[in-house]
C-alpha cells in the first residue's frame, strides 16, 4: 500500500491536470474591448453617450450606471444592444472630476458580465463632498470564475485517493 505522501502527492497532480485541461475564462466570456469614453482617458467635455463593444455579442437587458465625482448616480437612459455594441445617453451635470461607469451586460452565453470604466472631465465646477475615487467592484475574480474547475478537480483527486486503496483490496 503506498504511504500517505505518495496518496497526497496523486491528489494534487490530478488536481492540477484538471486545472489544466479546463476551458479558460477568456475563452468562455465576454470582454469589454472598447469604450467611448476609453477607459483612464481625460477630456475637457462631459460625455453625453456611451459606447461599450465587446468581443461577442450580447443581450437585452443591459444595464449602465455613470457615478459623478461627488458620487451622484447618473443611470444611462435606455441602453440599446445591437449585436456586441451598448450604447446609451447619460445627462450631464458640469462637474470636473473622476467619472467611474459600471456596466452589467449578459453575453450570448448566458453569462453575466460586469465591470467597469473610468474618465476624467478636466473642466466644469469642483464637486462639493469627497470625490468617489474607488473602483466599481468586479466580481471577476479568479476563484469566482473558476470555481467550478477546481471543485471538479479536487473531487476527483479525492475519489482517486479512496478508490485506489479499495481496488487493490478486491483484487
Not at 479558460?24 to 465576454?30: L, P, Q, R, Y
Not at 461599450?52 to 459623478?68: G, H, K, M, R, S
Not at 451622484?72 to 455594441?85: E, G, K
Not at 472631465?121 to 474607488?134: F, N, W, Y
Request: aromatic letters at 6%; proline letters at 7%; hydrophobic letters at 45%.
Amino acid at each position: 500500500m503506498p504511504c500517505l505522501h505518495v496518496r497526497i502527492l496523486l491528489v494534487v497532480l490530478v488536481g492540477l491536470s484538471g486545472l489544466a485541461v479546463a476551458p479558460s475564462s477568456a475563452a468562455a466570456h465576454v470582454e469589454l474591448v472598447s469604450s467611448t469614453p476609453q477607459d483612464g482617458s481625460r477630456s475637457t467635455q462631459e460625455p453625453t453617450s456611451i459606447e461599450l463593444t465587446f468581443d461577442e455579442n450580447v443581450a437585452q437587458p443591459a444595464f449602465v450606471v455613470v457615478t459623478a465625482p461627488d458620487g451622484s448616480r447618473l443611470d444611462a437612459a435606455h441602453p440599446q444592444v445591437l449585436d456586441n455594441t451598448v450604447t446609451g445617453s447619460v445627462g450631464a451635470v458640469g462637474l470636473a472630476g473622476t467619472y467611474t461607469l459600471a456596466y452589467r451586460v449578459v453575453g450570448a452565453d448566458g453569462h453575466p458580465i460586469s465591470g467597469g470604466i473610468r474618465y476624467t472631465v478636466t473642466s466644469g465646477r469642483e464637486p462639493q463632498s469627497d470625490a468617489m475615487t474607488s473602483a466599481p467592484a468586479d466580481d471577476a475574480s479568479f476563484w469566482s470564475g473558476h470555481w467550478p474547475h477546481v471543485f471538479i478537480a479536487l473531487g476527483g483527486g479525492l475519489a482517486a485517493l479512496f478508490i485506489a486503496p479499495i481496488r487493490r483490496r478486491r483484487a
